[in-house]
């Protein structure tokens, strides 16, 4: 456990937890789930909410025994070099994270705003707010998670405007999809739902981690609510052929508000996201660099010279990455490494480590 | 803190001339008198009273004459030993000594001393001090239409006694140092025992005696030196003139310093909002005292962006307006050849120009520079083709909402943030004024107040604080002390009572 002045409330988790889910995701969700489940693809959402639920149910059966974080688990598990290596490929997955939302978001910019956009000055301005948010300590990164969701909050009443051209009967007829198809739109679903995960890192942070739990699925509820209220809109306004055709159906759908001294919303949606997406990358930059502060006891001092290498790293590689095929594919090969950490490593860990404290307990006794 | 390269040189040299001239002779006074006539306005006499001559002396420019006259002077005709002294002289602080240091020190503060020629080794030292300050005026930068009309003056006991005759209290404390080599001013911290928390007590007392500097000229010499964050534009101190403001805030639980010679007082810790409170907020209704606070935020964040959002729409985003509204700009700005960056620059800084041009310039000559130059120049670059109408309105506009926030300090510091704002809604259109918002949001989140969070109640989130930040709910809801200062006595008084109201039946 953290010091107490390092600390957060336990409420706060709602925040940490919603607002590094909700993300560029949003933006652009309905086509992937929608191509298989079709008008019923409200149900992968909350099927996919369900998911999310129970695996941070395991994350805090897995937590709460050993009240550490991941690192140090794996440590304890495993040992110093095998623990180790699994933490490295989790810091690849959070990195990661980062990565594709910064790319993910600059290339939105790049299609909606400024086609013409320096792209390395452009992120270079983006990593320098990480930076000063994450040199700032857990706090401030919590901090901005919290900001991050309440400041940006008025966003969602712009998709009341949409309602007057709704058509609420494209959700019928319900289940005319297989349960193959819902399943694997509820697949493809679960990436809007990830980096939740950084939750195993900032665990010893949080002040009665226990109390704790109810806030994590609390906040992964106003996730799936968001969601779910965006998908049924969008559901109405468009149809499943037309969705098919807008890889952002969620900006299209922006064009249609009016004020009457403002239009083309989607202009002021896009700049309101990066309050959004400021607290998703600050929040996986900073598990990557406590994560590697733990594994390499590296000492507080040095921790500015940790992130600003990591930050290097991600400029290199959003940089690096060029084109839409290239986007698509990062995120194809980060929904796969996604599922298998969280929804298939996390329970595997957990199970392993009842088993391991029963075979230990079992040995001490017949000492 | 910085130590200056000359400064150990300059001291110890001084030190060792003095002390080495005061040890090496036999005669430590006559030397010491000998370094003291070297000043013009050091005063030495000798008067005599029946066979023995006394030696007087002080520094003219200390000292009441009036009280040597009338208080001294006569009474020593009834000179009888040394040790009387005390008893005849009908002053409350007479003291006898003979240790050089202490002779020097004491005249420096206002004292004048008295000895027998024959006896050189006692000195007989009577306060004699003259306060030469002005009397308790208005209060100029805080002005409120009601409420008390008191403010802080140059005089440290004057101020201390403002806000003492408020909390009339054995708990109210005050704790005196001095600071600064050359100027060893008296700075007081404030505070009330049992309400405050000691961790921000020893937290400012701490840094306070922690500073080492020749000089302290003012308070805000204070709010720089101890401030948790130095480089910020953000003060994280308050800088007041109004003693009701301190004796309230004290009552809080906060910790305020006084320093002698400085008008203003000093309230930590602090968050943010404190910076638009006024204080004739607590005189006003709730209703219209909250509605007035949430202006005043409002103003701030309108005049911080305004400008920038216009550079920015023009600039890069033409679609986001309606037509209606379009046409108004367009032929607004038709005819100038200037692209919006530049025509908001000279704008804003033309506003900033006359505004230092009426801070600098005596008041009435200001009034007139303002009026004049406003309304001759704005009109003027319009014709002129050099600006347009609309972004006048907007600069004006902004201009006066920065003027709203009631602590000067604050003012301009929202002036300053505006220009990063413009420059980046130039290069990044609106995403570059969302990043620069980020960059202000993520600094005030870093930003402490003595250790306490800046944008408390807000973050960390504390809905019991939100009672009395952006609104103030009415005073029998006030019952407990903010969570932000961590009192000893959390509760103010009890709430139940301070929602009854008993009447007397009438019969």
């Known amino acids: 456990m953290e010091e107490k002045e390092f600390q957060i409330s336990p409420f706060l988790v709602f925040f940490l937890i919603h607002s590094v889910q909700l993300g560029v995701g949003v933006f652009g969700f309905q086509r992937t789930i929608m191509k298989s489940a079709g008008n019923d693809s409200w149900m992968t959402v909350i099927g996919a909410g369900i998911a999310v639920s129970m695996i941070i149910w395991i994350m805090y059966l897995l937590l709460n025994r050993h009240q550490k974080d991941l690192i140090g688990i794996h440590r304890d ?89 709704i058509h609420f009967r494209n959700l019928l007829p319900v289940w005319n999809h297989s349960v193959k198809e819902l399943t694997l739109a509820t697949k493809d679903m679960l990436l809007s739902y990830l980096g939740f995960s950084t939750l195993l890192i900032y665990y010893p942070y949080l002040k009665h981690p226990k109390k704790s739990q109810k806030w994590a699925h609390l906040g992964n509820l106003l996730t799936g609510v968001i969601y779910l209220f965006i998908l049924i809109i969008s559901i109405g306004f468009y149809s499943e052929n037309q969705i098919s055709r807008h890889t952002w159906a969620t900006l299209s759908m922006w064009k249609i508000v009016e004020l009457p001294f403002v239009e083309r919303f989607e202009y002021i949606g896009i700049t309101s996201w990066i309050l959004i997406i400021l607290p998703n990358i600050c929040l996986s930059v900073w598990a990557a660099t406590k994560g590697v502060q733990t594994i390499f006891h590296i000492k507080q001092k040095k921790v500015v010279i940790v992130s600003v290498v990591i930050l290097f790293i991600l400029l290199g590689s959003t940089v690096a990455i060029e084109g839409r095929e290239n986007i698509e594919n990062l995120n194809k090969f980060m929904s796969l490494l996604g599922l298998c950490l969280v929804f298939m490593y996390i329970p595997f860990l957990t199970l392993l480590s009842f088993l391991l404290s029963k075979i230990r307990r079992g040995n001490i006794g017949k000492a | 803190m910085k130590k200056w390269r000359n400064r150990r040189s300059l001291f110890k040299g001084k030190d060792i001339e003095i002390g080495g001239k005061i040890n090496s002779e036999t005669d430590p006074l006559g030397s010491l008198l000998r370094q003291l006539s070297l000043s013009n306005d050091f005063t030495q006499f000798t008067y005599h009273v029946n066979e023995t001559s006394l030696c007087i002396g002080y520094y003219t420019s200390l000292i009441d004459t009036e009280i040597l006259h009338r208080d001294v002077l006569p009474y020593l005709k009834r000179w009888e030993s040394f040790a009387s002294l005390s008893s005849v002289l009908p002053i409350e602080e007479v003291i006898i000594t003979s240790e050089p240091a202490k002779i020097q020190e004491s005249l420096l503060r206002g004292y004048l001393f008295i000895f027998n020629i024959n006896n050189l080794h006692q000195v007989c030292l009577v306060k004699a001090g003259v306060e030469r300050t002005r009397q308790v005026s208005l209060p100029e930068v805080e002005f409120s239409v009601v409420g008390p009309k008191e403010s802080f003056v140059e005089a440290l006991d004057t101020n201390i006694n403002l806000v003492r005759k408020r909390l009339p209290m054995p708990e109210f404390t005050v704790k005196e140092m001095i600071i600064g080599k050359l100027s060893k001013t008296r700075v007081s911290v404030l505070y009330i025992e049992g309400i405050a928390n000691k961790e921000n007590v020893n937290t400012v007392i701490q840094r306070l005696s ?26 994280q101190l308050i800088d007041t003139e109004r003693p009701d403001r301190v004796a309230s805030v004290l009552g809080e639980g906060k910790v305020a310093i006084l320093v002698d010679g400085a008008p203003h007082g000093l309230i930590g810790p602090t968050t943010i909002f404190e910076f638009f409170y006024a204080f004739e907020d607590y005189y006003l209704n709730w209703a219209v005292a909250s509605f007035f606070r949430l202006v005043r935020f409002f103003a701030v964040i309108f005049s911080i962006l305004v400008t920038p959002i216009y550079v920015a729409v023009l600039t890069y985003h033409y679609e986001l307006i309606p037509k209606d509204l379009v046409s108004t700009l367009v032929t607004s700005r038709s005819a100038i050849p200037l692209p919006p960056i530049l025509e908001a620059i000279i704008l804003e800084l033309a506003i900033e120009l006359l505004r230092e041009a009426g801070a600098r310039l005596p008041t009435k000559v200001g009034q007139t520079i303002g009026i004049v130059g406003g309304i001759v120049i704005g009109t003027a670059s319009v014709e002129a083709g050099l600006t347009s109408n609309v972004l006048l309105i907007i600069v004006a506009l902004a201009a006066l909402a920065s003027f709203t926030t009631p602590v000067y300090q604050m003012g301009n510091t929202i002036r300053l943030i505006r220009f990063p704002f413009l420059l980046m809604a130039h290069y990044l259109g609106l995403i570059g004024v969302a990043v620069s918002f980020s960059f202000l949001l993520i600094h005030l989140l870093r930003l402490t107040s003595l250790g306490r969070p800046f944008l408390e109640p807000f973050y960390p989130p504390r809905i019991q604080d939100l009672k009395d930040s952006l609104i103030r709910l009415p005073f029998s809801m006030q019952s407990k002390r903010p969570i932000q200062e961590q009192t000893e006595d959390t509760m103010r008084f009890n709430s139940k009572q301070a929602k009854e109201k008993h009447n007397t039946k009438r019969n």
């Open chain 1, 77 to 165: 598990l495993f040992g110093k070099w095998i623990g180790g290596f699994l933490s490295l490929i989790w810091i690849v997955y959070w990195l990661l994270i980062g990565i594709i939302v910064l790319r993910s978001y600059i290339e939105i910019v790049q299609v909606w705003l400024f086609p013409m956009i320096n792209m390395i000055t452009f992120c270079i301005i983006l990593l320098i707010l990480v930076y000063y948010c994450v040199t700032g300590g857990f706090r401030i990164v919590t901090g901005i998670s919290f900001l991050g969701v309440l400041i940006p909050f008025y966003i969602f009443f712009t998709f009341l405007f949409p309602i007057e051209y």
């Open chain 2, 210 to 235: 922690d500073l080492d500097i020749d000089q302290i000229m003012d308070s805000s010499y204070i709010t720089q030196l101890i401030q948790d964050n130095q480089n910020s534009p953000f003060p």
